[in-house]
């Protein structure tokens, strides 16, 4: 039983083309995000949603939309692909439990979506 | 800018040998620090952690250490296990002010312990 499962695992495409990548969680968690590890190897925080609520949105082009049906599922939809969009797409999840230290800094990630544009 | 870095790619070890991960800092708003762990074709999977109201906190082989002054973290692993191979990642939040789970993440350190 995957906690956090992501698909696909792998995504090869053309530029210009529109993809998603879905996730799905069992933790009964109630915070989700969407990582991207880059080629530097950094991973930088996307999304974030808390009950299909959009806390946090950084800096990243409107061609990505995350979407969150539910509190277990946010998915990333990705508009008009580009080169630079390459990466590996990490979904996580937390428990913003209160009375609890730094539950929401603990997140449990999925094993990665690699994007490839060509 | 990376707020968060850890300056060496990778360090080997012999087993049972000490593996000590660095990682520097340079935003003073961070309060919350933890270190992930990801075997390759896996995600990152969460390994220890400290608050900055604390200058060390320990986990069975793992001892995480905080300088605040010198914005340095680093964790140890005594004694090191070949299954200890991984890639290492240290990671920041500003947990206290904003507790959103948002984490500043390093390049990561990969460690090779050798048998």
């Known amino acids: 039983d995957t906690a956090v499962s992501q698909t696909p695992k792998y995504l090869v495409t053309q530029m210009g083309n529109d993809k998603s990548i879905k996730c799905e969680q069992n933790l009964g968690h109630d915070t989700m995000y969407w990582y991207k590890q880059d080629s530097k190897k950094f991973l930088k925080i996307m999304f974030s949603?808390?009950?299909?609520?959009?806390?946090i949105n950084e800096t990243v082009p409107n061609r990505f939309s995350p979407k969150s049906p539910d509190k277990a599922h946010l998915n990333l939809h990705i508009n008009s692909l580009e080169l630079g969009d390459s990466a590996v797409y990490f979904c996580?999840?937390?428990?913003?439990?209160?009375?609890?230290?730094?539950?929401?800094?603990?997140?449990?990630f999925g094993s990665g979506t690699q994007l490839s544009v060509l | 800018d990376q707020q968060v870095k850890q300056n060496s790619p990778s360090l080997s070890v012999q087993e049972g040998r000490i593996s000590i991960l660095n990682c520097d800092y340079t935003?003073?708003?961070?309060?919350?620090f933890l270190w992930y762990k990801k075997y390759p074709a896996e995600g990152p999977t969460f390994l220890i952690s400290i608050s900055s109201i604390k200058d060390k906190n320990e986990d069975g082989r793992f001892t995480v250490f905080l300088n605040k002054s010198a914005k340095h973290l680093s964790l140890h692993i005594v004694p090191s296990q070949p299954g200890d191979s991984a890639v290492y990642f240290c990671?920041?939040?500003?947990?206290?002010?904003?507790?959103?789970?948002?984490?500043?993440f390093g390049q990561g350190t990969t460690l090779q312990v050798k048998p």
């Open positions: 949603y808390n009950n299909k609520e959009l806390i």
């Open positions: 935003n003073s708003m961070f309060d919350y």
């Open positions: 996580a999840s937390s428990h913003s439990g209160v009375g609890t230290v730094a539950t929401n800094e603990k997140l449990f």
């Open positions: 990671a920041a939040s500003e947990y206290y002010s904003s507790n959103t789970g948002k984490l500043i």
